[in-house]
């Protein structure tokens, strides 16, 4: 029998990255088929990875049930898995996340002013810190359409003042900063302001994480790692792989299929992706030393 009850030191897993010069990739779930094949591909490529399940999943599956099979499977990995809350606007649940053993959390307050994003993440941080669990804010917006809303105004850059103030205020332990990425698929080339980000990680001195992996080229994924990301958040790519590949499943089975003879084809779809995106991130091979 399998103890649900591993603890990950996620401070030390992002250290390692930073040290390592690679950045710990973030893949985004919707279900417990592509959770599994995200999990396969990490531990054939021995890599470390967070696991997140946005807001919309835990509401829609149950946070009660997106714990318990997070800490089980964090528990049974052969590498560190970190189930992660993404992107949560509501301190209730990410406290609800972390009474159900998730060892990171993100409170996303950037939509409100900087004192009131700095109050909210406080509270968070104070109430999961009681518990070990790890918390990531963010700072500046992230364009584009994700599942906390639509951002398309003009002032989305973070400042590195207010970032400073952010960290030293709230007690955060990994931040978010917008320095140009979008949820969804970019129309064009992502403008990363590069400059900015350095800037910032110099600033802070906190493990930083850059949102809105897909469609990022490697050469800029790799950059931002170089410039100080440490944790590569990619979800849509998932999402979509997923969908499209279980449309195309669907339509070569016909009428009434058995259930687990469409999804396993799936799984290897995602898992390709999966493996792809570890790689970019230099991250394979890296889970060796960290559980």
């Not at 320095?179 to 970019?186: I, K, R, S």
């Not at 930083?208 to 410039?227: S, Y």
């Not at 849509?236 to 089975?253: G, Q, V």
Request: proline share 3%.
């Amino acid at each position: 029998m399998v103890s649900a009850t591993r603890k990950l030191d996620v401070k030390k897993i992002l250290a390692a990255a930073n040290a390592g010069g690679f950045a710990v990739p973030a893949f985004n779930y919707s279900d417990i088929w592509d959770f599994l094949a995200i999990i396969e591909a990490a531990e054939e490529l021995e890599a470390p990875i967070f696991i997140s399940s946005n807001q919309q999943v835990v509401t829609d599956i149950g946070i009660e049930l997106t714990g318990a099979f997070g800490a089980a499977a964090s528990a049974k990995a052969k590498v560190p898995v970190i189930h992660h809350l993404d992107h949560s606007n509501k301190v209730s649940i990410c406290k609800a996340a972390v009474d159900n053993r998730y060892p990171s959390v993100m409170i996303d307050a950037s939509a409100r002013p900087l004192e009131d994003n700095i109050s909210t993440v406080r509270e968070v941080v104070t109430y999961a810190h009681a518990q070990g669990v790890f918390v990531e804010g963010e700072v500046g917006r992230i364009q584009g359409m994700g599942v906390e809303g639509m951002y398309t105004g003009t002032d989305f850059l973070a400042r590195v003042e207010d970032c400073e103030k952010f960290v030293a205020e709230s007690g955060v332990d990994s931040l978010a900063a917008g320095v140009g990425t979008a949820h969804g698929f970019y129309k064009g080339k992502p403008e990363i302001h590069f400059d900015l980000l350095e800037k910032i990680k110099k600033a802070v001195k906190i493990p930083m994480v850059l949102h809105g992996g897909t469609g990022i080229p490697q050469e800029d994924v790799r950059r931002a790692i170089k410039n100080g990301i440490n944790k590569m958040n990619v979800g849509t790519i998932i999402h979509c792989t997923y969908m499209n590949a279980m449309r195309a499943e669907l339509d070569a089975r016909g009428e009434n299929p058995y259930t687990l003879d469409v999804v396993k084809p799936v799984i290897v779809k995602i898992k390709e992706v999966v493996k792809g995106w570890i790689k970019v991130c230099m991250a394979d091979g890296k889970a060796r030393g960290l559980l």
